[in-house]
Nanobody, 128 residues
Framework: QVQLVESGGGLVQAGGSLRLSCAVSGRTFSNYDMGWFRQPPGKEREFVSAVRWSGERTYYADSVKGRFTISRDNAKTTVYLQMNNLKPEDTAVYYC?????????????????????WGQGTQVTVSS
């Protein structure tokens, strides 16, 4: 089955940058829409970003727009999340997710139930 493995998390000072990677194996990666979610300590999982299978359309939560950039390399079956100007409120476990279905409705990508496969998560901690 589909396996997703995140990497690149760590501890960074406010204003710093991190680049998360999510390596995907199994099935057909190029046909999957990919998303990033995060779960701050003691809070619910929330949407961060998503990218269509073609890479031509991306989606961002308002809280990260202008600071985070999602991209994908279908040849490497990997999706990335470049995080710049990090803030303490970005501290969370970050998860990548895959949806083999897709949608023309933008709100589809903001909902965790739209994704069938999830990685184990990687911790991002931003110090003040």
């Amino acid at each position: 089955q589909v396996q997703l493995v995140e990497s690149g998390g760590g501890l960074v000072q406010a204003g710093g940058s991190l680049r998360l990677s999510c390596a995907v194996s199994g099935r057909t990666f190029s046909n999957y829409d990919m998303g990033w979610f995060r779960q701050p300590p003691g809070k619910e999982r929330e949407f961060v970003s998503a990218v269509r299978w073609s890479g031509e359309r991306t989606y961002y939560a308002d809280s990260v727009k202008g600071r985070f950039t999602i991209s994908r390399d279908n040849a490497k079956t990997t999706v990335y999340l470049q995080m710049n100007n990090l803030k303490p409120e970005d501290t969370a476990v970050y998860y990548c997710a895959a949806s083999p279905r897709g949608s023309y409705v933008s709100s589809y990508y903001y909902t965790s139930t739209s994704y069938d496969y999830w990685g184990q998560g990687t911790q991002v901690t931003v110090s003040s």
